[in-house]
Nanobody, 126 residues
Framework: QLHFVESGGGLVQPGGSLRLSCAAS????????IGWFRQAPGKEREEVSC????????NYADSVKGRFTISRDNAKNTVYLQMSSLKPEDTGAYYC???????????????????WGEGTLVTVSS
């Protein structure tokens, strides 16, 4: 069973930064690609970023490219999303999700993930 402990969300002013953490519990994180998704009120969930099991490959949505950085520390069973130059449109509930990729290290993320976190709220407002 896949479990996550998410943290780092909160209120930040435009242009500020936040660092989200997604700590895995009950499974070996290194066997999974991990994605960050977000959902704003009234909008569908969208993929923000994805990182392969080894961390060697990453993907970013065009809207966050150059501002967000995804990383992972498999020794700590944790994936991070460093968010900088935040904009009001970045506001939403952020979710981490895992997809088992086994020996394949690839940034493979999408709507059909194996497990999802409960989300952490990010609000960008002055």
């Amino acid at each position: 069973q896949l479990h996550f402990v998410e943290s780092g969300g909160g209120l930040v002013q435009p242009g500020g930064s936040l660092r989200l953490s997604c700590a895995a519990s009950g499974f070996v994180l290194r066997d999974y690609a991990i994605g960050w998704f977000r959902q704003a009120p009234g909008k569908e969930r969208e993929e923000v970023s994805c990182i392969s099991s080894s961390g060697s490959s990453t993907n970013y949505a065009d809207s966050v490219k150059g501002r967000f950085t995804i990383s992972r520390d498999n020794a700590k069973n944790t994936v991070y999303l460093q968010m900088s130059s935040l904009k009001p449109e970045d506001t939403g509930a952020y979710y981490c999700a895992a997809l088992f990729t086994g020996y394949l290290s690839i940034a493979l993320c999408g709507p059909g993930m194996d497990g999802w976190g409960e989300g952490t709220l990010v609000t960008v407002s002055s």
